[in-house]
């Protein structure tokens, strides 16, 4: 739960930093198999990791607009929980973190801010990047960090009140967060980054006890904390507003804001404790990193056999729908507080994009949306990473957005390993090739990759690694919110398209894990240059209102896709007749083929030439309808009520988290 936690806290913390006001995460999770010989421990980490992000989110006050949660044994040894969080600030009111160049002229003090400095998650980066070792999980406990969202909440509103000091007395700042290594590394990249140096004076941190030694003081990874650079003139006032006007030492013994070193212009990076020089380094020598030369070879992943037999069509769908990684998540979204700072339009569940207004007076709208593909990785790592960019800007594309940028966590395990850093450089080339295929702003700009992390060691000591996983958010711009729509049927007597091609390729699919590939083992191959069609196409019909719903092909494939369509639209619970012309299951339940849109028969004229400008191909493949059912017209024709439907896409989810 901490961990959890800490992962929300770290990284608000980071949007706060840049004068930012925080106004939503996503929290894409990893888990293991709930069914296998770890399921215990799987279900345990789960519920922990749902309630640490729900109790922190929630107490702060920033919601949690989306994200995804995937399971599969190789993440039995190492869950994943990457948080995303999204910001708005006006440009001018961007704050940099590093020391501003007025430090050349006017001597600038650095100030600590937020909780008392204590041991906990000292060593806190070093763990992250070990193996894990089951048997040393006591041994490694004060390696996490103990977060508290009611701290964080007070300081978000003092850091406002500060961010107003510094612009009403036009005073440059440097702003940046206390993460991993804590005040070393946050007081030296911040003067390093402009070519300063700094002097710090353990003596004058603000501590939660005595006797910690310089080194737990200095690299401790205590939450709630940021670091600061003011001009001399300034700091008592800075130190006043957060001591003073918001109390803080009221609110928590130790907590506060204290000058605890200066800006030097030596370009070195000097500690003290009790009198004594206890560190002098370059900063460069801090800062700069280590360049490794690693080794890298191909290797071919074992695909675990399926655990059953596939069934007819009917029979694989809804045990498609039931399965772990494509059931209803709401038992995990429902924790969470979506309706807190009432920007939400469009919640979790409803579309495949979150939208959320955030300019009162405006119909502006941001939209954040999450693509990632663990199983796909594993076969083609490649391809893992193009999808991930791919389905990410499909699913902001599918509420009518366009996507203006991207962010990318990359999780891998050990890079010692040839076999693990392949499959880490392959999938960094595949989010490059596809953000450069996405040319959207009416040059050959790529779509831009603005921030990211890299998680590795992701592997435990018995040598397995979790399968390779970029995880990449999308932040797009909905220009008006009234033309974004969900992903549920609107109305009967509308058609259904596929703007895509489906294919046969099994390989990585949920389909695959359940019943096997029969001899379709390949992963499947994205189209560069369609990708960019299809999302010009799908703004271009939202922004004249043509699609009345669209949903992108992702987990379970074309049959799946359209189910999760008939379920949704309740409470009118209309229904969907598919013809689909002697298409085998393979293509049915094959992922990434396109997207399924709704279109009525008033905007079908208008539609179909809006394709055909944008050279992408529209397959009619059936119509809405009033029956309440899902009916496929096939070689092997059936219907299913959407009662059934309802049933087996409820899962097991709950019954994972609370047995």
Request: net charge negative; charged share 20%; proline share 5%.
């Amino acid at each position: 739960m901490e961990g959890a936690a800490t992962g929300i806290g770290g990284i608000v913390r980071d949007v706060y930093c840049m004068g930012a006001d925080v106004i939503g995460v996503m929290d894409p999770l990893r888990f293991g198999d709930p069914d296998g010989p770890n399921a215990a421990r799987v279900r345990d980490i789960a519920l922990g990791v749902v309630d640490g992000i729900a109790q922190y989110g929630n107490a702060l006050g920033v919601p949690t607009y989306g994200g995804e949660a995937f399971f599969d044994a190789s993440f039995d040894d190492n869950c994943l929980v990457n948080v995303v969080a999204f910001g708005i600030v006006e440009e001018s009111g961007i704050i940099r973190s590093r020391v501003p160049q007025e430090a050349k002229h006017v001597p600038y003090d650095l100030i600590l801010v937020g909780k008392p400095t204590d041991a906990s998650g000292f060593g806190g980066a070093a763990f992250a990047s070990e193996r894990l070792d089951g048997s040393a999980a006591t041994e490694k406990q004060g390696a996490v960090q103990v977060p508290d969202p009611f701290v964080k909440r007070v300081l978000a509103e003092a850091i406002k009140d500060m961010l107003k000091f510094a612009r009403d007395h036009k005073v440059p700042i440097g702003f940046k967060d206390l993460g991993a290594g804590g005040i070393s590394c946050a007081f030296s990249e911040m003067p390093e980054a402009s070519g300063f140096g700094a002097k710090i004076d353990l003596d004058k941190v603000n501590k939660a006890f005595s006797g910690l030694l310089p080194e737990v003081i200095a690299c401790s990874e205590t939450q709630e904390r940021f670091a600061i650079a003011v001009p001399s003139r300034v700091s008592r006032d800075i130190v006043r507003i957060f001591n003073q006007k918001f109390e803080m030492p009221h609110l928590y013994t130790g907590a506060g804001a204290v000058i605890i070193g200066r800006v030097t212009d030596d370009g070195r990076f000097q500690i003290t404790h009790g009198g004594r020089l206890v560190c002098d380094a370059a900063m460069d020598a801090i800062t700069s990193g280590i360049s490794y030369r690693r080794e890298q070879s191909e290797r071919r992943r074992t695909i675990v056999a399926p655990a059953q037999s596939s069934e007819n069509l009917k029979g694989s769908l809804l045990k498609l729908l039931g399965s772990v990684n494509i059931s209803d998540k709401s038992p995990i979204y429902q924790h969470y507080d979506q309706e807190v700072q009432g920007h939400a339009v469009i919640r979790p569940g409803e579309a495949d994009a979150a939208v959320e207004m955030f300019v009162p007076g405006a119909n502006v709208a941001l939209v954040a949306s999450i693509g990632s593909h663990s199983r796909i990785g594993l076969v083609d790592p490649y391809a893992g990473g193009a999808w991930s960019v791919f389905e990410a800007t499909r699913n902001a594309a599918c509420v009518g957005a366009l996507p203006l940028c991207i962010t990318d966590c990359l999780n891998f395990g050990d890079p010692e390993d040839p076999g693990v850093f392949h499959e880490f450089v392959e999938s960094v080339r595949g989010i490059g090739d596809a953000c450069r295929a996405l040319t959207l702003f009416g040059d050959n700009s790529p779509l831009p990759v603005i921030s990211g992390n890299v998680s590795l060691y992701n592997q435990s000591e018995k040598g397995g690694a979790i399968a390779p996983t970029p995880i990449v958010a999308c932040a797009a711009r909905l220009d008006d919110a009234s033309r974004a729509r969900g992903f549920a049927l609107k109305q009967a007597g509308s058609r259904l398209v596929l703007l895509g091609k489906l294919h046969d390729d099994l390989g990585g699919s949920e389909y695959e894990r359940l019943f096997g590939n029969h001899g379709h083992a390949k992963a499947p191959q994205p189209d560069f240059g369609f990708e960019k069609k299809l999302v010009q196409l799908l703004v271009a019909a939202f922004a004249n209102r043509l699609v009345l719903a669209a949903h992108d092909i992702a987990l379970g494939g074309l049959l799946v896709t359209v189910a999760e369509m008939v379920i949704a639209s309740s409470p009118f619970d209309l229904g969907a007749e598919l013809e689909l012309d002697g298409a085998s299951a393979p293509r049915l339940f094959s992922e990434m083929g396109g997207v399924v849109a709704e279109v009525s028969g008033a905007s079908w004229d208008e539609f179909s030439v809006l394709a055909a400008k944008h050279d992408v191909a529209v397959h009619e493949i059936g119509r809405t309808t009033e029956q309440a059912e899902l009916s496929v017209v096939d070689d092997e024709s059936f219907s299913v009520r959407i009662d059934e439907l309802r049933a087996a896409h409820t899962g097991r989810i709950a019954e994972i988290l609370y047995g």
